[in-house]
């Protein structure tokens, strides 16, 4: 998941460097070392010890409390003291994620574990990655007026972050305004600062017990799903203004499960099983595993379930390896998955070339700099493309222009000669990164422009005229109404979810590119306490922030029923009426964006929801694992499969439509829950090319009470077959007052077999 971007286009000898550096390049995007993110395992290694999650039974007596489960868990670890007997082996007893545990073992110490009664799988436990001013008013949300207030801005609801900690004395985390929390609330606080508006801070890794953040993405990420307001926020001068959380009325509840940017699945484990014990109503991850994990492999999933079963929404990052199609991670259909976008602001900063032409580009730091009128000659090289100017010496007084790479070298680099007396650097996107500009702090006169720009600028600097090439670069500090917006950046990761393809991954799209938001304060500058960075990760709390909203005036919804609140009110044009583009200023497509782009005021007011409960979830485990799958997701000793129907992806009552793209017509049924007024008549509008034939039947539904239940179905074939692997449509609940629209995905890999490994049960290695 950790960014590889554009390998492919740079030149080979800049390979080996460029692999060298991204591993500590990119803040921005990843935070991960992907060298330590991979899965270590190693078949040959039967003698060295490694931490293993193991799923067992839960203990016989049903009211065990957690000693009882410890002694129970530990009943399974061998007696015989080991060369590491001082460590402990358990590193953590589980008991709301699943009945189990993690704990340090050797292949064959494994082996012996899962010969024991009540043995029921295990998994090597991996290393994961971590995956605002503005963006409350871009997404709608003004100050006192509307939902906004209406939500008491997320009063009352609680919303557990898991992550690298928090920066708790930051001013995002101050509590005016914020009622204490509500007395359902068993969670602690450890925190250098505790109030009502940071409720739990507890660690789980590292060796702060206060969960401070050393790395600054979980400071960032608490603070746009709830930070207070804080007036005058900007980084280096640039985005100055209010800066605010989507629910600045919320509590947070933060479980630091990251060693510095190291998250060990075992922590993120016990994380999880705190926040369901601690009664948090939010869960925002933004962390993944690498894309393509089937969710029977992964404990998180499993672990996910449970808070799900108990009504806790878990909002996850789709990942940051896109934009290769079939790159989403935490594709579980109980989860939502949050795609990233960007935002109608940019810190404005233009290029003035001598033949009159004026390029628009982008500068973080914006700070100091004055728009001088000077002119300076353009200096671009093939050779030096990357600006490795290091060695050569006249480029003094020049504007450098080079191609922009993730990478520290370069950043070292630039630094060099700017230091030595170039008089600025235009970096121009690669192909990949294209016209959705990834802006990064380089602290000087830096200036970023589109992939188009760049060809045009080293056109114009290397043309016969070339020494006369002149160029100033002019600082416009924060412009908003940019457009398009939004557009969804190379890295978000894409749809289908190949685990399942019946079902529509990522669910949405939120802002994550160039996201201003809480930081810890940087060394050497007091006062730069907000940073500008970019990842699903940043998209993931503002979805948190709006389920937050959501839940403080419908108490009683459901996960799913918040899920397709946000699904089928989200739009799918910008606010002139344009399609949302992709990072090539093309057409997006439900791979990139899901649903849509959430549109928080009118997710508050639904009409409808397609609601899905453990029960609908259940059948749909059984016709994938059987009971021995019930049993460890479900966990409810009264459900076997034999009493569920067995439901296939594609008749999940999600609030999206998967079909196969076939000639043979293809039904699937759905349910909706009428939450709006209690007397409404919807029709059904369905929006598709002529190749997609679609009926619904009943065409008008019919309420007369709050929360009626009223059942459809849709039959969908194609004339096309062979032509495309995707047909995208719409259908469209319309009654007077209300707008209830899910996307039809018709793909040729829809109710194929699904790429989940059977046996279920892993057997010890
Ligand atoms: C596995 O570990 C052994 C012993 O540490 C080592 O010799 C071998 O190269 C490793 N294999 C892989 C695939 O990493
Ligand atoms: C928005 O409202 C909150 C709470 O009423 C207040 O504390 C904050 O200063 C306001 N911000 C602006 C920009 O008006
Ligand atoms: C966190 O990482 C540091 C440095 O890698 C290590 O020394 C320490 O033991 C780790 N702490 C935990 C709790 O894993
Ligand atoms: C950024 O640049 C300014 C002056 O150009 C300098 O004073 C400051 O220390 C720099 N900050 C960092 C973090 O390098
Ligand atoms: C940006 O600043 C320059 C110099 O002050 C000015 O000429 C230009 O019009 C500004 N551009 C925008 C879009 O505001
Ligand atoms: C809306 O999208 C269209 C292209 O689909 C684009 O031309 C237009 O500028 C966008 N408008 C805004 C406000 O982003
Ligand atoms: C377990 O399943 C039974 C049968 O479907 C159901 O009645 C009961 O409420 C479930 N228990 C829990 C704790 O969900
Ligand atoms: C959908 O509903 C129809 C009518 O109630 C029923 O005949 C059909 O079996 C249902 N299909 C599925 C897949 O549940």
């Not at 594709?331 to 290029?351: C, I, N």
Request: proline share 6%; glycine share 10%; aromatic share 8%.
């Amino acid at each position: 998941m950790c960014p590889a971007p554009a390998m492919a286009f740079f030149p080979n000898f800049l390979l080996p460097l460029l692999m060298l550096t991204t591993l500590f390049s990119t803040p921005a995007l990843c935070y991960i070392n992907p060298a330590t993110a991979r899965v270590q395992e190693n078949a040959t290694e039967t003698s060295t010890h490694r931490v293993y999650i193991v799923l067992v039974e839960p203990p016989r007596s049903s009211d065990a409390g957690e000693d009882a489960h410890r002694r129970w868990h530990e009943s399974f670890l061998p007696s015989s003291p080991t060369a590491e007997s001082t460590e402990s082996r358990l590193l953590h007893s589980y008991t709301q994620v699943f009945s189990g545990f993690a704990a340090r073992l050797t292949k064959a110490e494994l082996n012996a574990v899962a010969k024991k009664p009540g043995y029921m799988r295990a998994f090597p436990g991996r290393t994961l990655q971590l995956m605002t001013t503005h963006t409350p008013a871009f997404l709608g949300l003004k100050n006192g007026t509307g939902f906004w207030s209406d939500a008491g801005y997320g009063k009352g609801v609680i919303i557990g972050l898991l992550d690298t900690g928090i920066h708790a004395t930051h001013p995002s985390f101050a509590d005016h305004g914020v009622l204490p929390p509500p007395a359902r609330w068993k969670g602690s606080c450890k925190a250098a600062r505790c109030n009502n508006k940071l409720i739990g801070a507890k660690s789980f890794a590292g060796d702060d017990d206060s969960a401070g953040d050393e790395v600054g993405h979980g400071t960032h990420t608490s603070s746009t799903a709830a930070g207070n307001f804080v007036p005058g926020a900007s980084d280096h001068g640039a985005g100055t203004g209010t800066a605010a959380g989507i629910a600045p009325g919320a509590h947070i509840a933060v479980y630091k499960v990251c060693n510095g940017t190291s998250c060990d699945e075992h922590a993120i484990l016990a994380g999880l099983d705190a926040a369901i014990k601690d009664g948090v109503d939010v869960l925002s991850l933004s962390i993944g595993g690498s894309g393509g994990t089937s969710f029977d492999q992964d404990p998180i999933a499993i672990g996910a379930f449970s808070a799900v079963s108990k009504g806790i929404l878990v909002v996850c990052a789709a990942g940051n390896s896109g934009p290769a199609r079939g790159s989403v991670s935490n594709d579980a259909p109980w989860l939502l998955t949050v795609a990233a976008g960007s935002v109608d602001r940019s810190f404005g900063a233009e290029v003035h070339l001598g033949n009159g032409k004026i390029i628009h580009g982008e500068a973080l730091t914006q700070e100091a700099r004055s728009n001088s009128k000077s002119s300076y000659p353009l200096l671009f090289s093939e050779e030096r493309r990357y600006c490795e100017y290091e060695y050569y010496s006249s480029f003094a007084g020049k504007i450098l222009v080079c191609e922009a790479m993730m990478s520290t070298i370069q950043k070292a680099n630039i630094r060099y000669v700017l230091g030595a007396g170039a008089a600025g650097v235009v970096l121009f996107n690669d192909e990949v990164t294209d016209y959705a500009t990834i802006l990064r702090d380089y602290n000087s006169s830096v200036v970023q422009v589109t992939a188009a720009d760049g060809a045009m600028l080293t056109s114009y600097a290397t043309s016969s005229k070339r020494s006369r090439s002149m160029a100033t670069l002019t600082y416009n500090n924060t412009l908003l109404g940019i457009r398009p917006a939004p557009v969804v950046p190379w890295f978000s990761s894409r749809g289908p979810s190949y685990v399942i393809p019946g079902i529509l991954k990522p669910d949405i799209l939120a802002p994550g590119l160039n996201i201003l938001a809480a930081w810890p304060p940087k060394t050497g500058s007091a006062s730069a306490s907000f940073n500008v960075i970019s990842g699903t990760s940043m998209a993931t709390p503002h979805i948190s922030g709006v389920a937050a909203l959501i839940k403080s005036i419908h108490p009683d919804w459901s996960p799913a029923a918040i899920k397709s609140a946000i699904l089928t009110t989200s739009d799918t044009v910008n606010n002139t009426g344009g399609s949302i583009l992709d990072q090539h200023h093309e057409k997006a497509s439900v791979y990139d964006t899901g649903a849509g782009h959430v549109n928080p005021t009118r997710a508050a007011d639904p009409g409808l929801v397609y609601d899905l409960s453990t029960r609908d979830y259940a059948g749909y485990i059984c016709s994938l694992f059987g009971d021995d799958g019930l049993v460890t997701f479900v966990r409810n000793s009264s459900m076997t499969c034999k009493m569920l129907p067995k439901v296939q992806d594609m008749q999940l009552n999600y609030p999206t439509i998967t079909v196969p793209l076939t000639s043979t017509p293809f039904t699937v049924n759905r349910t909706v829950t009428n939450v709006g007024p209690v007397t409404s008549t919807y029709t059904a509008k369905v929006d598709a090319p002529k190749s997609l034939v679609v009926n619904v039947f009943p065409e008008t539904l019919t309420f007369s009470k709050a929360g009626e239940k009223k059942t459809f179905s849709l039959t969908v074939s194609s004339h096309n077959v062979g032509q495309e692997e995707l047909v995208e449509g719409s259908l469209t609940w319309v009654s007077h007052k209300h707008v209830v629209r899910s996307p039809i995905v018709a793909s040729t890999g829809a109710g194929g077999r699904s790429s989940i490994r059977a046996p279920f049960f892993v057997s010890a290695p």
